[in-house]
């Protein structure tokens, strides 16, 4: 017991020295790159081998620990990271040769870091680390990369191609303070404000809890950048209540899921994967922003025009008065907690300042604000559970990214992203439509069971130079790879945050992740709006008309296809109606103008004609209710 306190001790006391390194360094800026990465990695490291050698207890009393050997590949692995630094402070003075045994040691780090990517990360993200250095070692004649062993040590541990590569330099410098950022929101208690305001406006409208989940499950992924984190934070609370409110378990799960989902593709945060398509494409963060609000706003309409329709099925209304969340004249104030630095953030970005510098000022307003309004969050237990949180989240993503890094610099070594794009540009030939289904599947099976950080950067790097020789603008294009990426953790068979979100209202995972499928189509749907109806990014050469044009479409689309799904509008539709408006959506959607015209003036008197349909059921049935009175 004594060793598994001193564990956990050290590792929390790594996990605050992570956090405070990483304030400093969004706020000072870097003093020495090697020194930076080093003591970033190492910690990362640390906290990963001694979160596993933690004693863990599985039932009847039983205890189970691989203390010692975590314990010990702990230690090898602070050796490898120090002889690491060594090499390159020396390197910095006068040149070395690197001999055998450091390659050697090269490798070890490496794998190292692919095992504490596989505990934390399942088996899918070690499928793709393990495969991408098979290709890489492979002869040629085998189809290979045909690799020297010892040159891609060299280079995936030895220079800032790999290991030590811009995944991870991006992230140490730039997203570790936003981490941070959602720690001490989250610890302080702004967050429970924040969904309770979410409940609070939307109670009146039917099926109130479910669009509660989407706001505040918005709000939470936007700060968090994890959806299944989001799930298993807010869902615990949100998906009972949708139950409760008479829906569905797989459809409440589904709701969290989709909702959770979307919080990294909603600005101006967006999961911090924005800072890392700033730094991939040289688009700036703040058009980047800009380029995401309309999509976003989009996803999260369909969503809300989603969960209304189901509503009108069950026949769900809205939440009792009586259970109505009311907001306070101190929930008012304590929400400013979130605003203020979220206001910052924006600010000092306008001001033409770093994105890290945005982070550093906004995290000095959160907790000022924070201490001000949240009292419980004044005690120093409370401080310390903000650091510690934090940096455990810190380390994992450090982890995550170090592997990435020896991805992506395996297929700038091999060149294997140009054989990708050449190979669809093959079996496409020159439709376009084709193409981008190709890239699509290949970015949902990229992304099943990998953080949305690490699928887009694989994703940039082996689909991005297939969109771009399509003659796709580049915000397009990753713009189409990031909402892929994203949608990847709720398409089956993997589906990671419809599984983490089923336990928690009792349904069947599976069914879950068709059901969040089903909610999602928009997001579906959007991807391939970047590329025939680029005028919703707002980027150079947009038209309001384009904008409008655009909107009216997508959003009479969803209606049709929302409704046409669920086989349900003011009343149940019959089979040929689903599918006709399915059809016409399909329609409105293709990019020439007359089908669209067409599509859409069908599709307008269709819904005109079931509305009419509607008032004369109602007159029917309350002229039977009088009738019945009067008898």
Not at 128 to 136: D, L, N, S
Not at 153 to 163: E, I, K, L
Not at 412 to 426: K, Q
Request: hydrophobic fraction near 55%.
């Amino acid at each position: 017991m004594r060793l598994g306190l001193s564990i956990k001790i050290t590792r929390d006391a790594c996990a605050g020295l992570l956090t405070l390194f990483s304030v400093f360094v969004a706020g000072f800026g870097i003093f020495d790159t090697t020194i930076v990465y080093a003591t970033m990695v190492t910690l990362g490291g640390l906290i990963g081998y001694l979160t596993l050698a933690e004693p863990r207890d599985v039932g009847s009393n039983k205890i189970i620990s691989f203390d010692n050997l975590h314990i010990i590949l702990a230690v090898i692995f602070i050796a490898l990271i120090w002889r690491w630094a060594t090499i390159m402070l020396e390197q910095e003075s006068y040149f070395i040769f690197i001999e055998r045994p450091d390659f050697i040691f090269g490798w070890l780090g490496i794998a190292m870091l692919g095992y504490l990517t596989y505990r934390f990360f399942g088996i899918p993200m070690l499928l793709v680390f393990a495969a991408t250095i098979f290709y890489a070692l492979l002869p040629d004649e085998y189809g290979g990369g045909d690799l020297n062993w010892e040159s891609l040590a060299d280079r995936q541990w030895f220079t800032t191609d790999g290991v030590f590569g811009r995944p991870l330099q991006v992230v140490s410098t730039t997203i570790l303070i936003f981490i941070v950022f959602g720690g001490v929101l989250q610890t302080s208690g702004a967050g429970g404000v924040l969904l309770k305001m979410a409940f609070a406006a939307t109670g009146r409208i039917s099926g109130g809890p479910a669009h509660a989940s989407i706001v505040g499950s918005a709000i939470f992924g936007m700060m968090s950048g994890a959806a299944i984190a989001n799930v298993v934070s807010t869902g615990v609370f949100t998906i009972p209540i949708i139950k409760r409110a008479g829906f569905k378990a797989k459809f409440a799960a589904a709701v969290e899921a989709t909702a959770s989902t979307g919080g990294q593709i909603m600005p101006p945060v967006m999961g911090v994967v924005a800072f890392i398509m700033a730094d991939v494409t040289g688009i700036s963060y703040l058009s980047i922003v800009v380029a995401a609000i309309i999509p976003a706003i989009f996803y999260y309409l369909s969503l809300f025009l989603v969960v209304l329709v189901e509503c009108r099925k069950e026949g769900i209304g809205p939440t009792p008065i009586e259970k109505r969340e009311i907001i306070t004249r101190k929930d008012w104030l304590q929400s400013l907690a979130f605003w203020l630095p979220l206001g910052t953030i924006i600010g000092v970005l306008l001001a033409g300042r770093t994105a890290q510098n945005a982070g550093f000022y906004a995290l000095i307003v959160a907790i000022v604000t924070c201490l001000a309004l949240f009292p419980k969050f004044r005690s120093p237990t409370k401080w310390l559970e903000a650091i510690i949180v934090s940096g455990k989240t810190a380390a994992t993503l450090l982890i995550i990214v170090t592997t990435v890094g020896v991805v992506i610099g395996i297929v700038n070594m091999t060149g294997i992203g140009l054989v990708f794009a050449d190979i669809i540009r093959t079996l496409s030939g020159d439709n376009l439509f084709l193409a981008l289904i190709m890239v699509m599947l290949g970015c949902l099976i990229m992304g099943m069971g990998v953080p949305s950080v690490t699928a887009y950067l694989i994703l940039a790097l082996v689909m991005g130079p297939v969109l771009e020789n399509l003659g796709i603008a580049k915000i397009s294009a990753h713009m189409f790879m990031l909402y892929f990426g994203v949608l990847s953790v709720i398409t089956p068979p993997v589906a990671l945050a419809a599984f983490a979100a089923a336990p928690i209202a009792g349904s069947k995972p599976m069914e879950t992740g068709f059901e969040a499928i089903r909610l999602a189509f928009a997001g579906f749907i959007i991807p391939f709006m970047f590329i025939y109806y680029p005028d919703i990014l707002i980027i150079d050469g947009y038209t309001i008309y384009g904008l409008v044009w655009a909107s009216v479409c997508f959003l009479l689309a969803t209606w049709m296809i929302g409704t046409g799904v669920a086989r349900f509008e003011h009343m149940k539709l019959p089979i040929w109606e689903s599918v006709l408006r399915v059809s016409l959506a399909i329609a409105i959607l293709i990019p020439e103008i007359w089908s669209t015209i067409i599509g859409g003036l069908l599709a307008i008197i269709l819904v005109y004609l079931h509305a009419q349909q509607n008032k004369q059921q109602l007159k029917k049935t309350k002229g039977g209710e009088k009738n019945e009175s009067v008898k």
